[in-house]
């Protein structure tokens, strides 16, 4: 977890090919466009409304947030779609603080490690905007939206609410802060 733009895909891609911890995807669910040099079914499985709807029928839903952009809403949601098996494996996934709760309420706490990344404001709208100027269309006004509601989805209440006590720092030396979350998934795979 973290605000857009904190490393979370680089973080999530190096973590899932360690295998020193051996972790499986856990791949949500998107109504967004996909973007370039995302692969469906790795970054999300990409979906339309429909989907999204037959899903929700099925009562396969586990847990689901709604973006007003400036392109209409986005969906992001996690599915029980079978592919979970807590008994014989160990997921990596990425979501939100309200996702994290929610998965919390549906598997229960303690299957659950909560890797929390942080990188100061500047840093991260550096990054947000070099990456969102390779995209073969820039969405620059979604790029200011996302930034300016992770303000409100990210405070240090929602923090606390969630009971996220450990933080990375993502600012400068990625090595570092990648060594630190390995040993605290490694520790917390060995509690189970």
Partial sequence: ???SASGK???YERLINDPRISLTPLV???TRPIR???TQGKEYYFVNQDRLDELRGAGKIIEERVYETIHGKWFYFTVD???V????????GIGTLESYIKL??????EVLCPVYVEVEDGIRLERALQREKLQANPKY??????????NEDFKEEHIQEAGITRRFQNNEDFSKCMEEIRIFVQEHQKTL
Avoid at 85 to 92: A, I, P, R, T
Avoid at 104 to 109: I, S
Avoid at 141 to 150: I, P, Y
């Fill in 1 to 3: 977890m973290g605000k």
């Fill in 9 to 11: 895909d680089r973080i």
């Fill in 28 to 30: 949500l669910y998107t």
């Fill in 36 to 38: 370039s040099g995302e």
């Fill in 81 to 83: 779609d079978g592919k």
């Fill in 85 to 92: 098996d807590l008994q014989n494996g160990n997921y990596l």
């Fill in 104 to 109: 919390q309420k549906y598997y229960g706490n």
């Fill in 141 to 150: 006004a979604e790029l200011c939206r996302r930034f300016l509601a992770d």
